[in-house]
Structures are given as structure tokens and as C-alpha cells.
């Protein structure tokens, strides 16, 4: 019976100096021995953080409303041939902005940009640029591909 006893003061004196250990990191000794969930509470995050956290929601906020306005520019485009096959691969297709008919015609004609987004020719999309005629080239045609 003696045998028993040492064993469990050891092993509960173990626990104790466990529980006193994790004391040191903020753990609750009482959550560790009831088995609650440990509740530590997180230091306030500074400004920066705080700065950087609004950065980066805004910055995902501002391309969803970005994505939006260019897929509902290139719906409501009147001036534009969509979705022009120029190959065999299903996204071998093309959109052609014109600019303005009601335009001056300059001395030399319009120019005619062919616009091909980034992606390592195997992501992106060409409705990412959809507003790219209107906002950088307003009197020039632009052709904006897709590729594979």
C-alpha cells in the first residue's frame, strides 16, 4: 500500500509542478485541472496593427468593387465585340473596345492596342481590364485577350 501512495504523491507532485510551468505562459492552472477551455486573454494590438488590419480590408473590399464595376462595364459596353473566338483553346477569346464613334477622328486615325494581362500565360482574366479603353485609352481601339 505504501508502494501506491509514493507513486501517487510523485506523479500528483508532478502535475503540480507542470500546472506551475504553464502558469508561467498565462495558462490558467484551474482551466489545465477542469479541463476548460483555456481562456488567455491577447495583449490589445498596437496601432500599426490596427493600421495594417484596415489596409488590408480595404485593399480586398476596393478589388471586389473593382471586379464588379468592370464585369458590369463590359455587360453594359456598347461599343464592343465580346468574347471574339482567335483559336482552338476554349479560352482563346478576345474583346474589342471601340472608343466613342462621336469622337474626333485625329490626323493620323485611332491607334489599336492589344492588351494582354499578366498571369504567366496560364491565370488572370481579360474582365479584369474590361475599363481599360475608357480609363487609359479613350480614343484608341483596344483589344483585350484571354490565352492559355
Not at 485541472?33 to 488567455?40: A, D, E, L, P, Y
Not at 479603353?133 to 484608341?140: L, T
Request: charged share 15%; hydrophobic share 35%; glycine share 6%.
Amino acid at each position: 500500500a505504501s508502494s501506491k501512495s509514493i507513486g501517487a504523491i510523485s506523479i500528483s507532485k508532478t502535475i503540480d509542478t507542470r500546472l506551475q510551468q504553464s502558469n508561467q505562459f498565462g495558462i490558467n492552472p484551474q482551466t489545465v485541472r477542469t479541463g476548460q477551455k483555456n481562456c488567455v486573454q491577447k495583449p490589445m494590438p498596437t496601432l500599426q496593427e490596427l493600421l495594417k488590419l484596415i489596409g488590408r480590408l480595404f485593399y480586398k473590399l476596393t478589388k471586389i468593387f473593382f471586379a464588379i464595376e468592370c464585369i458590369v462595364y463590359r455587360l453594359t459596353c456598347k461599343h464592343c465585340l465580346r468574347d471574339v473566338v482567335y483559336g482552338p483553346r476554349p479560352r482563346n477569346k478576345l474583346d474589342v473596345y471601340f472608343p466613342n464613334p462621336n469622337l474626333h477622328l485625329g490626323p493620323y486615325g485611332r491607334a489599336i492596342i492589344l492588351f494582354t494581362h499578366g498571369g504567366n500565360w496560364y491565370w488572370g482574366s481579360k474582365l479584369y481590364f474590361a475599363m481599360i479603353q475608357s480609363v487609359s485609352f479613350p480614343d484608341c481601339t483596344v483589344v483585350v485577350m484571354n490565352y492559355t
